[in-house]
């Protein structure tokens, strides 16, 4: 039985995936009410949930994902069916050299959400497993780097490749896949998880690294790549992911895990080349960007390669990316560019 949310609680929709599926969400449902939750740290702002429809169909809350207190007024006071679980500290070099605050966040603070989401379900609202299975759902953003690093022959990883996280951050989200695994074999909680590949485009973040790469061509700075710029991920446009999240929320089995990726591997070299490319082309009078790389220290314990094999969500539920990755660096130069002429 498909799953039709109605009453969401969005965790971390201000920030750059959260924004970009709130968006999605509110644009091909209109009959959907979110409540979004963001503490608005640096990844969160205020901009990203610009001109989107009045309070009776969105209300931002500003609070953190650890505050037990607000986390189950939100879900009373709403009747929240469906919690869709974006907030976390993300970024890699941050967890080097905090790690604290990733362990907090990603841990207790989906920790929090499952308990609230399991007494609210199944003790106030008294709903056996059956119900809740058909009614609820909690699902949980994962990503690619639980699983470790890819050797260039490795296959990609699947649902079944086992964690071997290398970093803080990534560690930090592997405890809390394993977390939601946990309510679901134990309490039966209604949950799905998604571990997807490196997200880009609109609303990202300026220090992840393709909005780092466009900034640094338009101001004629360097342009820092780690190590040789041989590192490989896989690349996926996020009006696809969160396509593929609003897929199984909706259709996804309950206790599943279903990777998401772009099938789109380049090299980092590659890509920076590609968008100076593509500023060449936009900004000729600067021409050529490329003279604006700059090879850097690697960073410590940095993963070679990350590549997803997408085949269960597209082969069971039927999604697939819809932009090839020169597609979506193209529409992602062009935001950056009007954003970045207007600041």
């Known amino acids: 039985m498909n799953h039709r949310p109605q009453h969401v609680l969005v965790t971390g929709g201000a920030g750059f995936i959260g924004a970009n599926f709130v968006r999605h969400l509110l644009a091909t449902d209109p009959h959907v009410k979110i409540v979004t939750l963001d503490l608005l740290t640096y990844a969160g702002r205020l901009d990203n949930l610009a001109d989107l429809p009045d309070e009776d169909r969105h209300r931002l809350v500003v609070g953190d994902i650890c505050d037990r207190q607000l986390v189950d007024a939100l879900l009373r006071e709403h009747a929240i069916d469906t919690v869709v679980h974006f907030a976390a500290e993300s ?20 920790a929090t959400l499952l308990e609230a989401a399991r007494q609210y379900w199944f003790g106030e609202q008294r709903l056996d497993a059956t119900t809740a299975r058909a009614q609820r759902r909690f699902h949980h953003i994962g990503t690619d780097e639980v699983y470790g ?16 996280p290398n970093s803080p951050y990534s560690a930090s989200k592997a405890g809390s896949d394993h977390l939601v695994r946990a309510y679901w074999h134990t309490y039966g909680l209604p949950v799905t998880t998604t571990n997807c590949s490196n997200n880009y485009g609109p609303l990202q973040h300026d220090e992840k690294f393709v909005p780092t790469v466009i900034r640094s061509c338009m101001e004629g700075t360097r342009i820092p790549v780690y190590g040789d710029g041989s590192n490989i991920r896989d690349w ?15 259709r996804g089995a309950p206790g599943e895990t279903y990777n998401v990726g772009g099938c789109n591997e380049w090299r980092n070299i590659d890509i920076v080349r590609l ?22 220290t690697d960073r410590p314990g940095h993963d070679w390669r990350y590549a997803i094999d997408a085949g269960k969500i ?3 539920l039927g999604w697939r990316p819809q932009e090839s990755f020169e597609s979506g660096i193209r529409k992602t130069l062009m935001w950056n560019l009007a954003r970045l002429t207007l600041s």
């Open 91 to 110: 970024h890699v070099d941050r967890s080097i050299v905090g790690p604290g605050e990733f362990v907090r966040t990603n841990v207790v603070g989906t």
């Open 149 to 164: 690093s890819l050797g260039p022959d490795d296959p990609p990883f699947s649902e079944t490749t086992r964690y071997a």
């Open 236 to 250: 996926l446009f996020v009006d696809d992911h969160c396509r593929a999240i609003d897929t199984v929320v909706r």
């Open 275 to 296: 968008i100076c490319a593509l500023m060449d082309e936009n900004r000729p009078d600067s021409a050529p960007h490329a003279g604006l790389i700059q090879f850097v």
């Open 314 to 316: 597209i082969d069971e």
